[in-house]
């Protein structure tokens, strides 16, 4: 008598693109809207972006039902943050918040590519970059997700950020301005929808602008 | 682990009052046709209907989660009650926790209702993966019935029309889904409650000319 064999996975990949760009007073954050399993769509019109707290937004990739919980944990703490310390969390502390997260379930991971986005307490641009067990980094720009292979070597190009080696640290954030950032991320999308085939071009996109801040909205191409 | 008496496809849309939703009333053991009167949607509450492929005891389980669910949102006697939205989230949540534990309820769900106008229709698999759509479908719904509603699916069907489309897809199921039955239900809810259709059949033509005489055009041995 053999012995029953697991055949099903806890995990799946739903797919999809993630990519966020910081700038001196701005930050655009952005996610494709496609959700797939396998060769298969599942819906056209799927968000992967959640909205944190006040200045920070936070988009990921990979497996659907992990990253709602991730967003419920992180939208639940950050309640009870609210409660204790009467104010929102900022970016920068979200940012530990998340990675303590993934680490805290490090033996049965949460399947999520993360990349994290807003304004510090400065309201200059922050972006933050994560693996799926809570290694993170601030970085200048960064794309996760089926797509990031393909976006993530344009950016470098595009952007031409300072090698983070450098000694005294140069600052990563991008000198471009919030539109041609913003026409950055379009292209990306369009670039990468190309070749892969879990990444559309359409995106739902927010920027946040130290003055005022876009609420997200589903813009096209 | 792995199933053992399962249902298969359920496809639901959205029209013009709310959604309807369709599933055969199958009950297959493997490969044989175990129990031929399953009825695999069920009305939960005042504003939902569920619909489930997957194993038909995991189904049961969850009827009797959601029973206590609706139980304990009656109790309150409060005038407000648990909508589409609501219980589809429950759903997920308890998929995902099972999931999460290594022993998974083995269901495709399909939530659809209506509360205050406002029309809803999800869908949760096993391993906790839920979204919303205008349309959705479960196991083979989602390889067969799903291009024909991307295609035809629109704002504001009319009911006449909404049945039509989804029987279309039914019977392209039938067609080709080996564990698919020739008797199936129509539910629809809208705001004013849920409806389950008595049993039907699709009628079925056979007789396609190209379906004649299959290996005329590549004689040889397969």
């Known amino acids: 008598m053999t012995k029953q064999q697991a055949n099903w996975s806890p995990y799946d990949n739903n797919g999809g693109s993630c990519v966020a760009i910081a700038g001196a007073d701005y930050c655009v954050i952005a996610a494709d809207t496609r959700m797939s399993t396998g060769y298969n769509i599942l819906t056209r019109d799927y968000s992967k972006i959640c909205k944190l707290a006040d200045k920070c937004v936070m988009a990921s990739s990979g497996f659907q039902a992990d990253v709602r919980a991730l967003q419920k944990q992180l939208a639940a703490r950050h309640l009870i943050y609210q409660h204790q310390h009467n104010k929102q969390m900022s970016c920068p502390a979200m940012a530990q918040l998340l990675s303590n997260t993934l680490y805290y379930k490090r033996f049965f991971p949460y399947y999520s590519f993360n990349v994290l986005g807003g304004l510090d307490n400065e309201g200059k641009g922050c972006v933050f970059t994560y693996d799926a067990v809570g290694s993170y980094e601030k970085v200048g720009y960064s794309s996760q997700g089926s797509g990031s292979t393909l976006i993530m070597p344009f950016l470098d190009n595009q952007l031409k950020s300072p090698s983070p080696l450098l000694l005294p640290a140069q600052d990563a954030v991008t000198p471009l301005v919030e539109a041609e950032a913003i026409d950055l991320v379009k292209t990306v999308f369009a670039s990468a929808s190309e070749r892969d085939i879990y990444t559309v071009r359409r995106q739902t996109r927010t920027c946040y602008h130290k003055c005022s801040w876009y609420p997200p909205g589903i813009h096209g191409t | 682990m792995y199933p053992y008496v399962t249902g298969t496809s359920v496809v639901a849309l959205k029209y013009k009052d709310g959604i309807l939703m369709a599933a055969d009333m199958g009950g297959s053991y493997g490969s044989t046709l175990r129990y031929k009167s399953v009825e695999r949607m069920k009305p939960i509450g005042k504003h939902s209907l569920l619909g489930a492929s997957g194993e038909i005891s995991d189904f049961q389980e969850i009827l009797r989660y959601l029973d206590e669910l609706i139980l304990y949102d009656n109790m309150w006697d409060d005038g407000n009650s648990l909508g589409p939205k609501e219980v589809h989230n429950y759903l997920t949540r308890v ?102 259709s008595q049993p039907y059949s699709l009628k079925t033509y056979w007789e396609f000319s190209a379906f004649e005489n299959p290996a005329q055009g590549a004689i040889g041995s397969w």
């Open chain 2, 95 to 196: 998929m995902y926790n099972r999931r999460n534990k290594f022993n998974p309820l083995w269901n495709s769900l399909v939530l659809g209702g209506v509360k205050n106008g406002q029309k809803y229709l999800g869908t949760v698999s096993m391993i906790g993966v839920n979204f919303e759509d205008n349309h959705v479908a479960t196991g083979f719904g989602n390889h067969l019935a799903r291009p024909i509603l991307r295609q035809e699916w629109h704002e504001n069907l009319s009911f006449e029309n909404g049945v039509r489309l989804l029987e279309k897809c039914m019977r392209v199921l039938l067609y080709r889904d080996r564990s698919a039955v020739n008797k199936l239900q129509i539910a629809k809810i809208t705001e004013d409650g849920v409806t389950i």
